[in-house]
Structure formats: structure tokens, C-alpha cells
């Protein structure tokens, strides 16, 4: 089983409500997570909402990281939801869960990571693409893309054969 799929029967076990959040984006073959780092939605009478990033226990680390660096997670934390990751290992023939929960100090002044901007484009070579490759366009014009080259103005109506 998936550590999705068993974290799903671990929290309807204890008497959650859940859900799978992540979405899979067909054309792209990839797996978007809610707010960039949810997995499951979990929520049950009297407590606040639970949010849970399902891994592997070797990828545990790396999920915290990615977590804690998200700064859509800190407006999670702040609305007084909850956030764990938990990771999945096979003891035995028996499945363990380590459950690491992030907390509002966990990511409190933490500094937002942007990317580094994109590389501009190069501008068109004018000369290739430029108007004065075009031409003067349009109906009636003797020279350039879209010519009459008949040398009469274009008519909607269809010629009469002779």
C-alpha cells in the first residue's frame, strides 16, 4: 500500500473524516499538492483541521524541509489548523507510522525562498520577423504577405467560371 492510502486508513480508523487533497495533473504527469505540501484533509467534532503530508520514513526529513520552507503553510498554522508529516516503514510484516507535527514556531521567521527569476527572452531579429518582412498586409496590396498578387481589390463574393 501507499503511504497515502495508509495514512487515509489510519485517520478514518481513529474517527476522522479524511480525504485525499493532492491532485494528479494529467498532461504534466505529476502530483500537485494542496498548499504545495498537503497530502490529506482529516477533520473530526471538537478539534481543529488536520493536514497530513503521507511519506516514506527515509523521506521524512526532506517533507519537514519542504514543509517548513512553504509560506502557504504559515497561513495554515496561523488560521489554528494542524499540520504532521508522517512517514511510513515496514517493521516486521507490521506497518509503523512516525508522525512529526509542524507547529506555528516551526516556521515562524522563517525567510520566504523565491526562485531566481526567469531569463529574459532574447528580442526578434527585427529583420526577420519585423514588419518589414510582413509587407503592407491586406486586401488589394501588391506586395507582402497577403498580397492580391492578381492586382485587383479581393471580393467575399465567389468568381463566376467561365
Known amino acids: 500500500?501507499?503511504?497515502t492510502a495508509l495514512s487515509l486508513a489510519?485517520?478514518?480508523?481513529?474517527?476522522?473524516?479524511?480525504?485525499?487533497?493532492e491532485r494528479w495533473i494529467p498532461g504534466a504527469n505529476i502530483r500537485r499538492d494542496y498548499l504545495g505540501c498537503i497530502d490529506l484533509l482529516a477533520v473530526r467534532a471538537g478539534e481543529p483541521v488536520l493536514a497530513v503530508q503521507a511519506t516514506s520514513?527515509?523521506?521524512?526529513?526532506?517533507?519537514?524541509?519542504?514543509?517548513?520552507a512553504e509560506p502557504r503553510l504559515r497561513a495554515w498554522?496561523?488560521?489554528g489548523s494542524r499540520f504532521q508529516?508522517?512517514?511510513?516503514?515496514?517493521?516486521?510484516v507490521k506497518w509503523c507510522v512516525r508522525?512529526?507535527?509542524i507547529t506555528p514556531g516551526d516556521v515562524a521567521g522563517k525567510p520566504v525562498v523565491h526562485p531566481?527569476?526567469?531569463?529574459?527572452?532574447?528580442?526578434l531579429e527585427p529583420?526577420?520577423?519585423g514588419p518589414a518582412w510582413w509587407g503592407d498586409v491586406g486586401p488589394g496590396r501588391t506586395t507582402g504577405r497577403g498580397a492580391d498578387l492578381r492586382g485587383g481589390q479581393k471580393s467575399d463574393a465567389p468568381e463566376a467560371s467561365a
Do not use: E, I
Open 99 to 101: 508522525v512529526v507535527p
Open 116 to 123: 531566481p527569476p526567469r531569463r529574459k527572452r532574447k528580442p
Open 85 to 92: 508529516v508522517w512517514g511510513w516503514s515496514r517493521r516486521d
Open 1 to 3: 500500500m501507499s503511504p
Open 77 to 79: 498554522l496561523a488560521s
Open 127 to 129: 529583420s526577420l520577423f
Open 10 to 21: 489510519r485517520l478514518r480508523r481513529d474517527g476522522f473524516t479524511a480525504d485525499v487533497v
Open 57 to 68: 520514513d527515509g523521506h521524512v526529513s526532506t517533507r519537514v524541509a519542504k514543509a517548513v
